[in-house]
């Protein structure tokens, strides 16, 4: 009986390793790839155009089209208005053909280098994306600009090419990429690997920080929501007439007593504050804050950072009251005053 048992598991265990000879373990079953991204650059292509005007080219983004208009409403750089806004005709290239559509500079927001065209072509010729404010920092991101001048040597095959990057960093309206830019590609698109707009291309970083440290192959972007905050205005408006606080502010630090020449009373030293160092006797705010105020809120959102402050000033126009909530300390305590400044400048 012990033989027969010891001669079934002999047959079961070779059985067994024979299965596994015949069918080997597929290795990639196990350790398997990671499937590539899908890309949809088909309506971010269909999105991008090069704008052209005597003897300049930028690149333009569409971000809206009027159905009884049969009109489309196009974002590009703002030196393509402050050429001379009166003489505002265009040429608009949707593709790397010849053929180009004849478009209008209708806005301008100079402060924030953006240009507003207007043109005049058949439904479908543009494709108008969805938008996207929700940043992820470090998501891959591609952008779509004519990268080249367009001249009486054109190369049309230079219309919508794509680059990629990333995310590098995300400030209040607007955005960092190392994706690369060059020569006419102000006024490109910036898109999510869905294709959703995420913001436009406005100034390429290159600077000397300090001896040989350089900042190279950074690129600023207006993030999607900003844009479309400019987009309204200047279609409203023509050209956007944009104002200033007149103050200098800074975040508060300990070191900033030496820096000011005066004592700056700080409430809580744990806590963030934005501490103005200047106020411009020519600027709105001049006689209602004061150096070394501490700015608290802004509109009622509350204040961290300088960088908060700059969605106020970049898209403050004439004519609005922004409104101040500030501690300012009066030699034993602090007060807490509600300031309103109206923009008139």
């Known amino acids: ?90 040429n608009v290239y949707p593709d790397s053909s010849e053929k180009y559509y004849e478009g209008k500079i209708v806005g301008l927001d100079a402060k924030n280098s953006l240009s507003l065209v207007k043109v005049k072509a058949p439904a479908g010729t543009f494709s108008v994306v969805n938008a996207k404010n929700d940043l992820i920092l470090a998501e891959n991101v591609f952008t779509v600009s004519t990268p080249l001048s367009l001249d009486s040597s054109t190369n049309f095959s230079r219309i919508n090419t794509v680059t990629g990057g990333i995310v590098s960093k995300i400030n209040s309206c607007d955005f960092l990429t190392c994706a690369p830019m060059n020569s006419s590609s102000y006024g490109g698109g910036v898109y999510d690997s869905e294709g959703q707009f995420l913001g436009i291309l406005v100034n390429k970083i290159y600077s000397d920080i300090e001896g040989d440290q350089y900042i190279e192959g950074m690129t600023t972007a207006i993030q999607a929501e900003y844009v479309y905050k400019s987009y309204i205005d200047m279609k409203s408006d023509g050209e956007v007439k944009r104002s200033s ?58 204040i961290y950072c300088n960088d908060d402050i700059s969605v106020f000033i970049r898209y403050a126009k004439i004519g609005d009251t922004l409104k101040f909530k500030i501690k300012r300390y009066n030699g034993s305590t602090f007060d807490v005053l509600d300031v309103d400044v109206v923009l008139i400048k």
């Open 1 to 90: 009986m012990k033989k027969i048992l010891t001669i079934l598991l002999v047959l079961i265990s070779a059985l067994s390793l024979s299965s596994c000879m015949s069918n080997p373990i597929n290795i990639d079953k196990i350790y398997k790839e990671p499937e590539e991204e899908i890309i949809n650059y088909a309506d971010a292509l269909k999105s991008s155009c090069a704008i052209s005007r005597s003897d300049v080219t930028f690149s333009g983004t569409v971000i809206d089209y009027d159905s009884k208009e049969g009109a489309y409403y196009i974002i590009s750089y703002s030196k393509l208005g402050t050429l001379s806004f009166l003489k505002n005709n265009v």
């Open 245 to 302: 606080l007149g103050i200098t502010v800074t975040q508060w630090h300990e070191g900033l007593d030496s820096v000011l020449d005066v004592k700056v009373h700080v409430p809580d030293y744990d806590y963030t504050y934005v501490a103005i160092t200047d106020v411009d006797s020519n600027g709105n705010s001049y006689g209602k804050l004061k150096k070394t105020d501490l700015i608290d809120y802004i509109n009622d959102v509350k």
